[in-house]
């Protein structure tokens, strides 16, 4: 028999696929740009990743889970978007967090009206947490949801820029699978007040990206 919590597994693993229509996979974050430049290569892909969780990712899933208590709470979250902003210091890193945010709320809307998420504006972390939140989702598994979407968002990227195959991109996502537990453990632990974030080599490169001579995606 059917219970509430099959159905909450079935919807989460949906919002945590990769490919949902929201138009992540045209931004690569700045991969595009270290690749291009010869500061990223195939070899040095997974730990590269692993140095993205531990870092940037695990500051976006402190994000992720206090939106999640927002919602429990009824609170809003334009002070967390305002801190956000701040931290996203390459202007193409930043308006591709927020335009996933936007669409990513639009989708959520779509798909479960009477969740009400009525966010405008907001950076895709707290979207997704919030989301989430309002949903009935647990906050770890939300945000290990949020994890394993943009570690899998990154592989496929990475498929289309290097000579990387379906299988090589699978063994590296499972691989992975402990550090995203990992960080899903850490961002319980922080406040938004604790962590930080100095990811200077994918901001630097999302700012260099607009000047590529050739791109594939958008940031």
């Not at 809307?109 to 895709?124: D, I, S």
Request: hydrophobic share 45%; glycine share 6%.
């Amino acid at each position: 028999m059917q219970t509430g919590d099959d159905l909450k597994l079935l919807r989460l693993l949906q919002l945590a696929d990769s490919a949902l229509p929201i138009g992540a996979l045209v931004h690569s974050c700045g991969l595009e740009t270290l690749i291009e430049e010869g500061h990223l290569a195939l070899p040095d892909l997974f730990h590269h990743l692993r140095a993205v969780l531990s870092e940037s990712l695990l500051f976006d899933a402190v994000f992720c889970r206090r939106a999640h208590l927002r919602a429990s709470e009824g609170a809003g979250t334009t002070d967390l978007d305002q801190e956000m902003s701040a931290f996203r210091l390459a202007r193409e890193s930043r308006e591709a967090s927020l335009l996933l945010g936007r669409r990513f709320v639009a989708l959520v809307e779509a798909l479960e009206p009477a969740a009400g998420v009525r966010m405008k504006n907001t950076h895709f972390p707290l979207a997704f947490g919030y989301a989430c939140g309002l949903l009935g989702f647990r906050a770890s598994d939300t945000v290990g949801a949020f994890l394993h979407q943009s570690i899998s968002g990154a592989v496929s990227v990475c498929q289309r820029l290097l000579k990387l195959g379906q299988r090589e991109a699978a063994q590296i996502i499972w691989d992975l699978k402990p550090d995203i537990l990992e960080v899903v453990t850490k961002s319980a632990r922080y406040s938004t007040d604790d962590v930080g974030c100095f990811a200077h080599l994918p901001e630097l490169a999302s700012m260099r990206h607009p000047v590529l001579t050739t791109r594939l995606f958008v940031s």
